[in-house]
């Protein structure tokens, strides 16, 4: 990256991409409190800390140091490898798991409501991801403000499906 792309990279900006990660990561905190699959507590950790390393990247950018690429790029292997363990754990768990339980509680309202707009969020962030660039700060802010909102709608799914 160089000096141009690191304009508007600013600690707000770090900041504000670590509540996504602070999210998800209180979510699968209260889905293992359901679901204590090894598999699935590895795969959320590698996901994190995935996460943990973007925002990382950021806050280096922010504080005018020097552009730990790794750091960004890490990103792009090690969250979908720690989504795809969490998927196995679901595939391998899956005689011990009562899925048309999970079923209605996830369809129950009001969790039904925010996993919709869960889907949504993340569809539109995909949809970004593959045509904005991602060197521009202001691209960021928008993925940001989006994943924020999305994990929140994911985390109240979540709340309201534990709380039942």
């Known amino acids: 990256m160089t000096n141009e792309t690191k304009e508007g990279f600013s600690l707000a900006l770090a900041l504000t991409d670590a509540l996504p990660v602070v999210m998800f990561s209180a979510s699968i ?32 950018l922010a504080l005018k140091g020097p552009d730990v690429e790794f750091l960004a790029k890490q990103f792009r292997y090690l969250m979908p490898g720690g989504f795809l363990m969490m998927a196995a754990s679901v595939i391998l768990s899956r005689k011990s798991i009562d899925f048309a339980a999970v079923l209605r509680t996830v369809s129950s309202f009001p969790a039904a409501v925010f996993f919709a707009l869960w889907f949504l969020m993340i569809v ?41």
């Open 29 to 60: 905190i209260l889905i293992t409190l359901k679901f204590t699959s090894p598999l699935f507590i590895a795969g959320a950790v590698l996901s994190a800390a995935a996460g943990l390393g973007k925002v990382a990247w950021k806050l280096i």
């Open 124 to 164: 539109y962030m995909i949809w970004l991801a593959k045509h904005m660039d991602q060197s521009d700060a202001k691209v960021n802010w928008k993925e940001q403000l989006v994943n924020s909102a999305a994990q929140l709608a994911f985390l109240l799914g979540i709340v309201f499906c534990v709380v039942r």
